[in-house]
């Protein structure tokens, strides 16, 4: 995959990959050997028929492709670009037995590209009405199966902008949010529709939607509410959940001179964590001039971002210090001043399977920092829990394999239910429910 430079992309927030050609596409695609039993399809959270698209694009027809690919994926040049497949689709190439797999996740960002939406805007169905809260991958993945199962779709979304996590959490040299407007509007030609600013379980209650006449509702509201670590001077200033600092660069734009909220002036950043959120916290607050340095509490094999991710930040410049555990931050004057540590050594593995970290004994030091950054997860939106369905200890909506809460009519997928995971995950959740919806309602 061609990509831009490092010493130019730390200076930009334009995507950092650039693309397969149409011959490298083509290429690529040819590599696939047609297994009869489709393992790829198999690793496919969404079941995206893998060969069959394949197949098109080494022929050269894109158009057919996409198809193919919007059968089971309503978001493709959004998965397709951060979709993990290298541990789904991809780890089941059979290819990857002797060499490397066939680059699936490239080809359909490629496809979907390529694509040009000729239809024209559609009508809402006159079908039966469902609701659909949260614009995110689980919302967006239920409202299009749904639509295109003749039901007329409405979608609420508390923000200003549609997409969820696709816009406020992921950077746009991952995922440029034209990408995810073209999407939308996807869904938009395909009769769902969309109302912003609405915050269900304060503007409106599900107990409401059903008096207006929708007979089903489906809780695509994500996982928002970040997990701090509860140590001594996380409430000071210069302290951030990755949540924050993320929504303020991607929807909020405060990276941009005159910015109504501007961005926190920091010269030595800390992330704190492992995952693909640290990595695009890391990256951004490297494209704002900071040093930055990622701080986990257990090995680089145990690190949970994808390897892409975790290599474009090496290249950008960004510092790991593994088995490293965050006890204090320290404050001069109330403002992060430094973050005291500890390091770690592996032990037993925990409930996780990962070896849990342990600390060792006097071996406390000091990172130098004016900002922190906590990247340890998030939980779901605990707004709607006064609707009364069964909900988890940690606030997760529980529901049944095809996503049924305990309600009647009610639906869930996605964060809301699993705490925070990939996209492609979340649209196979809301896909499911999808199919329920449709089976419950006739």
Known sequence: ???????????????????????????????????????????????????????????????????????????PAATGRVCPQETQCEAKCTRGIRGEPVAIGRIERFVADRHRHNAEKKEPPAGKRVAVIGSGPAGLACAGELAARGFRVTVFEALHLFGGVLVYGIPAFRLPKEVVRREVEALREAGVEFVCDAVIGRSLSVEELFGEGYEAVFLGTGAGLPRFMGIRGENAVGVFSANEFLTRINLMKAYEEGSATPVYPARETIVVGGGNVAMDAARCARRLGARVTVVYRRSEEELPARREEYLHAREEGIAF????????????????????????????????????????????????????????????????????????????????????????????????????????????????????IAEDLG
């Open 321 to 436: 210090r593994f088995l490293t555990n965050p006890v204090e931050v320290l404050t001069e004057e109330g403002k992060v001043c430094g973050l005291r540590c500890t390091e770690t050594e592996l032990g037993e593995p925990d409930a996780s399977g990962r070896r849990r970290p342990v600390e060792k004994a006097g071996s406390a030091f000091t990172l130098a920092a004016d900002c922190v950054i906590m990247a340890l997860g998030t939980s779901p939106n605990p707004l709607l829990k006064e609707a009364g369905f069964q909900t988890g200890k940690h606030g997760e909506i529980l529901t049944d394999e095809e996503g049924r809460t305990s309600l009647r009519g009610v639906y869930a997928g996605g964060d809301a239910v699993t705490g925070s995971a990939t996209v492609i995950l979340a649209m196979g959740a809301g896909r499911r429910a999808a199919m329920a």
């Open 1 to 75: 995959m061609p990509v831009q430079d490092p010493s130019e992309r730390i200076r930009n927030f334009s995507e950092v990959a650039l693309g397969y050609d149409e011959e490298t596409a083509r290429e690529e695609a040819r590599r696939c050997i047609r297994c009869k039993a489709k393992p790829c399809v198999s690793g496919c959270p969404v079941g995206v028929d893998i060969p069959a698209f394949l197949a098109l694009v080494a022929e050269g027809k894109y158009e057919e492709a996409y198809a193919v690919i919007r059968r089971a994926n309503a978001l």
